[in-house]
């Protein structure tokens, strides 16, 4: 909110520096966060600011008040004019093409001389002119303009950076003293404010004057609202009808007569452009002011416009009817757009129809016109929610919906048509009837709530005073009342009843048993009743207080038992095993489309799936949630692949699986991976090395597991559909499968922008594994006794898998057969069509004590054995 | 005969004299030493020389054998210091070309902001608790203290899950923030033990989604990570004390903090805090808007309404609740300009932690 200081000021003083001012009012919750400099000299230095700093300085003594006596013709240029103006030192002839001065052209000596703002000879202004983003400044100087000298000038808006208005030279207020410094006479400050919904009650000079006050310990002071009421009585004139206060809980009504349509002086409508609201004429200037002064919003209805259609109606004077909208309602709105109408808009109308959509914008066919005298002027309350419902539906966002759509207390109503009919008659004549006309069938409860010191001690960890507690609500306008109260067994008690009034607290001496009564005051709407109160009163306490004096403490409070968090721990502990095994960790977005997801299948082979779709996406290609982290790593590969040839990723998060009858999918954590490209990095010294494959995952596979002492792990030819079928392992521990991986299904590739080198994939559930993960495992003593190493090659049909050789071994070696590896596989001419060679490397070891050859050679022919007649192989020799 | 071993010895020597490299050394061996060199020669033949002269020429030759022997570990000996000198002297690589490379993997750099927050927490005694991504709009809002329509709704824009059925006024939608998980994880709690629920003390991580355009500056993913203690004596000063510790940890032991009164349905009072900025220590630059000060979290006393939703009764328990984004917090640190490098996944940004 745009708020210029000289308007505050009106209402509270001010001593503080402007930008010690606006730090206090952003700690105290009013965020300044622009401060912009009208016509006064902006800060200067490198040194750190409250707020982003704005504005252009006036020089005082060249930028000043001017009075122009005379407007005459060019000699040499129609679109010219020359004026005799005084500076309060001498006479100049200024040279302007301003066309409003183009209506005294030639008129002689002015009764009234215009009053304007000049810049005398080298002075320097905006540059009105400039094409550039960036402000550009001019300094004026002496030429010839179509034969006439030229060497200062009458300013726009523009050039003195007040607004983007440059059809025309401002025109100052008759009263303007000539000569005197223009920034002495209007300069100003304004001060952007960010307004958070709590803080609505203050969208208006007077909230943040009172903040001010209550921050700074100034007194508020109130607009007059005190109209002299020429006219008849208005009882009679017009009359209201709520039928649902829940929806309009008080409407009022004053008028005002034969007013005459013209400019709002130009104080008026300066302090209306700084603050961000159009100049139109006085009237509408004066529901503007007033709103921004006050924070209640008006309208302004052409009283004869509601006369004639009553009068058309058969009836004698209008009635003003509120209600809910029906079903096909329509109404044509002052920006002429034909608004079609929801139920749960609320609508002012007569008895013809609706007028108005209550609290957001008025009707096109009431409204005030330029041939307007007679206004009735209104101020109500409407309910927040359907304002709020109504501003988004239409997207009619307006200064009066803002208002309404985050709460006016209905007691506002009165004073803002009070100060309204007052500005309309200073500034457009007229004489204001006698008395309004005011339903107000809902009154809001204003909220009283009971607070001791104690329980600013329980909340903020500070110790006030009852003193200071209501001293510092009275400052916010809050009625507070102090009781007397004694505690029994703890349990805290009235026993006095009331023991003092506001003014006559100063006897209490027992604080921790006083009893604050704090009634709201008739402003705000954000109190709430009981402890909820009690925490708005805490914060209203600590803001003025200061955030910064309340210390800094480190909690006392008991500890919560130790809970941990497993999967968590297991899932960082994965992070750090893929890691150290030089994969990088992604985050993928997890708002994908089925489009993409399918994909990972071959073309034509996708299931159906169910996916969790959004209703209101940002794009076609974030349409749901993921239901695959595989798509998502393989996205990334993709985009990729282009940048550099080697990838190497993982992934761990959640899919989420709708399932029939449960309310939210469920989200499932998951972990992804994939390689591609070469098994080392380019560089001079390793020229050529080969591409990662399946077993390249495969050991990133059986290293991580391993790292979580999984117990049984078995790798069986798996047949997930994205994977090539002869290239594709499912793991289990034991009977449970936890995932699946193998080289990308050549179809699949083919979805992707992918070159045709190998890429190996794998996903796992995540929570399928945590729950297998032991939380301890065994260590095995080092064997002191010395180990029988020995080699043995196998001859066996290519088909036979090598895991079931390697288990054949296992089980016949039984306990002293410690290790076997697999050290070389083979196939050729030495071992024949359709055969492989594996060739292991044995450790026979006994815990307790040597082993003979005797013994080792009977196990090697236990398994020589075996291999032949169970396997069909034979020794390799 | 001694005569003879004389010359034998200065043959041998002189022999040796002439050797250059460690390879002759075996061959001289052979010649000079072996079983049919000369000075053997002479022991094979002693039987041939007199009685009398037996000894001393046996113990001469003797002297001569161990002389040779002596003289061939000091020639070893030599060679081989003189072929290590050479090396030193010779071999000479570039240690200006690079280093092998070697494939290294590294954590997203979100994950290495939350750990960092993780630890400090920790240390401080708040333990993690993850909940669920997508939510009902009573868990998101309604229970946090947001009615339907209320005006803060506005600053969080959703995502609406289709359900594929009409939900009135609880529709399904993707977290905007993780304070939902206050309310599951509070009611987690309060059903151990309802009339005296343990204290709380947890941080929330996890990810948000908001309807946003996607700019440099906004995404319509990001994580957050809140946090939440509750007790019978909590106190704003102690969330004062608790997130400035936090601020001096992650940010640098002098660094001040700040706090602002600002507006979160679910917190009254409610605060912004804001740090010294640690780029330029308060001075003012561009990434403070020349302020001196960092906008990191929100955070505030847990509201009533939120306390009694989460089963703990406002009237005997208070509490404090905070929330920050660590992308935020990453791009602060690392001067990154663009919100969506984080979930791009290119690598040329990822390799840089």
Redesign the interface.
Known sequence: MKTPLSWLKEYVDIELPTEELARRMTLAGLEVEEIRYVGYPLPEGDKRREAKITGFAWDPDEIVVGAIHEVMPHPNADRLVLCRLEDGEEEHTVLTGAPNLFPYKGKGELDSPLKVAYAREGATVIDAYSESEETEYTTIQRKKIRGVDSYSMACSERELGISDEHEGIIILDEDAPTGLPLVDYMGDVVFDIAITPNFARDANIIGVAREIAAITGQELRYPDLDVAQRGDPIQGKVKIEITDPELNPRFAFGLIENVKIQPSPYKVRLRLKLSGVRAINALVDATNYAMLELGEPLHAFDYDILQARAQEAGAAAPTIITRAAKQGETLVTLDDEERQLDDFTVLVTDQSGPLALAGVMGGAASEVHEETTNVLLEGAAWNMINTRRTVMSQNLPSEAAYRFSRGVHPELAPQGVWRGLKLMHEWAGGTVSQGLVDEYPLPPEDPTVEITPGDVRRWLGIDLNVEEIVSILESLAFTCRVSERLSVNGEQSSVNGEQSSVNGHQSLTTDHYSLITVTTPKHRLDIGAGVVGKADLMEEIARVYGYDRVPETRMADALPPQRGNRELDIEEKLRDMLVNLGLQEVISHRLTSPENEARRFPAGEAPKEVYAPLVNPISPERSALRRSLLASVLNTVEGNYRIQDRVAIFEIGPVFLPHEGEELPVESPRLAMAITGPRSLPDWGTAGTREMDFYDLKGIVETALGALHLDGIRYERGGNPSFHPGKCADVFVGEEKIGSFGELHPLVRENYDLPETTLAAAVFDLSALTALVPTLFDVDSIPNQPPVLEDLAVVIDEDVPAEKVAALIRQTGGKILTDLRLFDVYRGDQVGEGKKSLAYSLVYQHPERTLTDKEVAKVRKSIVYRVERELGGKLRE | MLEKIGEIKKTALDALAKIEGEEGLDQWKVTHLGRSSAIMDVFKNMGSVPKEERGNVGRTANQVKQALQAALDEKKEALHQAEIQRALQEEKIDIT??G?????????P??QTL?EIYRVFAD??F????S?????DEFNFQLLNFP?????R?MQDS?????GEERGEN??L?RTHTSPGQIRAMRE?TAENPDNP?????ILPG?C?R????SARSE??FTQVEGL?V????????L???L??FARRMFGKNVDS??????F?FT????EMDIECFLCG???CSV?????WLEILGCG?V???VLSNGGYD??RY?GFAFGMGPERITMLRYHIEDIRY???????F??QF
């Open positions: 070309l690079p092998y490379a070697i494939p290294r993997g590294r954590l997203h979100t994950t750990r401080m005694g333990q993690i608790y993850r669920r991504e997508v939510e009902t339907p329509h209320h005006p803060a506005e995502f609406y899950v289709d359900s529709p399904i993707l709690f343990p204290p709380v003390r947890i990810m989604y309807y946003e355009q996607v319509t993913q203690a007790g019978h004596d909590v106190t704003f000063s102690d004062k004390g608790t400035s510790d700040r706090f602002r009164a600002s507006h349905p009254e009072p409610s605060a308060g001075a003012g403070c808007k020349h302020t001196g006393m509201h009533p309404n406002p009237e208070s984080f979930w791009a996944n290119d690598m040329r990822l390799e």
